[in-house]
């Protein structure tokens, strides 16, 4: 299954005031870096893969439509999953977008 194109293009329009963003198929879905770094994944599962501060993780997990994201069977802190539930309306978007672009534009430029 390839990625939503009315969330990438949802996810483009939120980043569309940032500088040094990137667009890059990854992983079957599309990545949204910034710097060079990956804040936000329009999944090939659906919904969303977002970067997060790594000591958030489990705390962000509380919130509605999120679980781990798992890769090999692990699973990845500093990642989570959003459900299309959790990203239906451009708040609850907008909520995931920000934290994971919040993050990426921390790290060191790539």
Known sequence: MAYEEELAFRIRALLATES????KPMFGGLAFLINGNMAVTASSRGG??????????????EFPHTSPMEMS??????????SDEGVRTDRQLT????????FARKLPVK
């Open 20 to 23: 040094n963003v990137d667009e």
């Open 48 to 61: 969303l893969m977002v970067r997060v501060p790594p000591e958030q993780t489990e705390s962000l997990l």
């Open 73 to 82: 069977g692990r699973e990845l802190r500093g990642w989570i999953r959003v």
């Open 95 to 102: 909520r995931w977008v920000t934290l994971g672009s919040d």
